[in-house]
């Protein structure tokens, strides 16, 4: 006969394995980033691995994207995750595994450089994404400055490893992208207190406006009108029934414009600091956050940023388009030069979302 301390030691194991299978399948209450339980036995194994080291570029949004994609690599293929950051990136986002730069001893060819538009980002993709290339290169490093996670899944045999080792059968991207994410990212108390703060539980539309923050940027991001996107926001607002707004945004004028809008029912930070600076960086997080936590989000097209807060709340993200007009968007972030890259792919064409504007 099972003793009555055996039999509420099987409750309890019952009960544990039930609710942790509740928290993988659907997440916590909290819409803070939390981990997953499902990547603990690749973590413990990790030590025993080959490194595949990834180095991220430029800002928060960038950075983001790239590890995710990374980690999905490292994952897909068996290989121990470092990420390539300084010090106080790796704090504000609760790496693990990490280095400050690149071995100074590391083999030439092993790297693979997914940057920008440059001729040998082509020739990378092509690496990552057909099987047969990759199973003949001896990769040990991936620089990037944008998403990529379709290169890694292009690959069948990689695409089941993956969805096997996320419990996610039969997944998309978008799914993919928000489990790594969750598991990767352990963001700092301080930083997820302020977002809490900023987008307290109930019906809230949170809006990302990137505008430049450098002179050199006025060519590079999208303009878009701050009373156009504003009016999506109210539009968005209306169709959802909330009754406040969040505003992510480094510029002081649409601040102000959203004060006069919507005086005490829109929050948003009121630092200036530097983005680049240790102080902005963990201000950005704190948007990042008060964005995941957020009902609606209406963003910036073209944004890295914007693509990160959606894609890990699985929010479907209204687009303002510099003309003004206001388009519904998938979840998944966006690839801005996948198409460009795998234009001749010699391994069947490449499945992966759309951007606006199109490019």
Same mark, same amino acid.
């Given at each position: 006969m099972v003793s009555k301390a055996v039999r509420s030691c099987i409750v309890i194991a019952c009960f544990c394995a039930t609710l942790r299978v509740f928290l993988? =399948?659907?997440g916590t209450a909290s819409k803070d980033v939390h981990p997953s339980g499902v990547l603990d036995a690749y973590e413990m194994a990790q030590p025993?691995?080959?490194p595949l080291r990834v180095y991220p570029r430029y800002g928060l949004g960038n950075v983001i994207l790239t590890l995710v994609s990374g980690l999905g690599l490292a994952v897909a293929e068996g290989k121990e995750f470092v990420a390539v950051v300084p010090q106080q990136t790796a704090e504000l986002l609760g790496l693990?595994?990490?280095?400050?730069?690149l071995p100074h001893d590391i083999k030439e060819g092993t790297v693979l450089n997914l940057v920008g538009a440059r001729p040998q980002a082509a020739a990378a993709a092509e690496r990552i994404a057909c099987c047969e290339r990759w199973m003949n290169s001896s990769v040990s490093a991936v620089?990037?400055?944008?998403?990529?996670?379709p290169l890694v899944t292009h690959c069948g045999h990689r695409r089941k490893k993956l969805d096997g080792t996320l419990e996610l059968p039969g997944a998309n991207n978008g799914d993919r992208f928000r489990r790594l994410a969750r598991w990767l990212l352990r963001p700092r108390q301080p930083e997820i207190a302020a977002a809490r703060e900023l987008v307290p539980q109930g019906r809230v539309v949170g809006i990302h406006l990137r505008t430049p923050m450098f002179d050199w940027e006025d060519d590079q991001i999208p303009h878009v009108p701050i009373d156009a996107a504003f009016d999506c926001a109210d539009s968005v607002a209306k169709d959802s029934s909330a =009754?406040?707004?969040f505003l992510a945004t480094p510029s002081q004028a649409a601040k102000q414009a959203a004060k006069e809008r919507w005086g005490d029912a829109v929050k948003f930070q009121r630092s200036e600091a530097d983005r680049h600076s240790e102080k902005g960086m963990a201000a950005a997080m704190v948007d990042l956050l008060a964005l995941?936590?957020?009902d609606q989000m209406v963003t910036s097209p073209l944004s890295t940023f914007g693509y990160v807060a959606h894609g890990m709340s699985s929010v479907y993200p209204t687009v303002v388009l510099p003309s003004g007009e206001c388009v519904s968007a998938p979840p998944e972030p966006c690839g801005h030069l996948l198409s460009l890259w795998t234009q001749e792919l010699g391994c069947g064409e490449l499945a992966a979302r759309q951007c606006y504007p199109n490019t």
């Open positions: 993988v =399948t659907f025993s691995l080959s693990r595994r990490h280095m400050w730069q620089e990037s400055d944008q998403y990529f996670l =009754t406040a707004f995941m936590r957020c």
